[in-house]
């Protein structure tokens, strides 16, 4: 359900100062991402999100989801090398699919790996663009059979317009190329933070997804990189309790 009018354009000016503030100075990649898939999932009123960004090869890869299920199943397209947010990246256009069961005959292995485990029925993917080309996807997901307003489908092109901006800024563009490095670093950063989100998941007895909010919380509460606190608990200079004992962020 959507929210009333003036609490939504309220939420959807939060967001965009959120994210412009982040903009502004030094940031962290991965934060303002999830931090971007959370703000879109409250405004388009879906049940979980994520983003994948291409490597330097153009293999997708996951960088930021809203939980551990949506984690699953952008994993599950990966692994099968088919599904909407794979064909959103490659013709760098929306794909919106409003019932998963009835897109067999588009995508068979995804559909069945998906409907085996049937969390999420819906989804609608939108390319993060640069210059008509695409890096990226934002992927928004639902629980139930569900289409979206076109005005909700041109906020959550704006929302991953915003991602694409956070991930390159001036810094990612020179003289009309886009630097990889960039790039890399954000997937870098990645698999260090699912490192160290699995250390402390298994040391507190934590669900993945109550780990990562607390690193986040850490992170922010101690003004530092998410990617360095989970880069600590991989090195063992940081210790988990000190973690554990943080609240999780809001928003």
Request: hydrophobic share 45%.
């Amino acid at each position: 359900m959507s929210q009333p009018r003036a609490g939504r354009e309220q939420l959807l000016a939060q967001a965009f100062v959120s994210l412009a503030d982040t903009l502004v100075d030094d940031y962290d990649v991965i934060e303002l991402l999830t931090r971007l898939i959370d703000h879109s999932v409250e405004l388009l009123a879906a049940d979980a999100g994520g983003i994948m960004l291409a490597d330097p090869h153009g293999l997708l890869r996951v960088v930021a989801t809203s939980n551990e299920d949506a984690r699953l199943i952008e994993l599950l397209q990966l692994q099968n090398d088919e599904g909407p947010c794979l064909d959103c990246f490659r013709s760098a256009a929306p794909v919106h699919v409003d019932d998963l069961s009835q897109a067999a005959d588009r995508w068979p292995m995804f559909v069945a790996a998906a409907m085996g485990r049937p969390v999420f029925q819906a989804v609608h993917a939108v390319p993060l663009r640069l210059r008509g080309d695409a890096i990226g996807t934002l992927n928004l997901w639902q629980h139930r059979p569900r289409s979206l307003p076109e005005p909700e489908l041109a906020l959550g092109q704006a929302l991953a317009d915003v991602a694409t901006i956070a991930i390159l800024q001036e810094r990612a563009i020179r003289r009309g190329e886009v630097i990889n490095e960039q790039l890399q670093s954000a997937l870098t950063s990645r698999v260090i933070i699912e490192q160290g989100k699995g250390l402390l998941a298994q040391h507190g007895q934590l669900r993945m997804d109550q780990a990562f909010d607390l690193m986040r919380g850490y992170a922010r509460s101690h003004s530092t990189r998410l990617a360095e606190v989970a880069r600590g608990l991989v090195e063992r200079t940081l210790d988990p309790d000190s973690v554990t004992a943080v609240d999780p962020p809001r928003g």
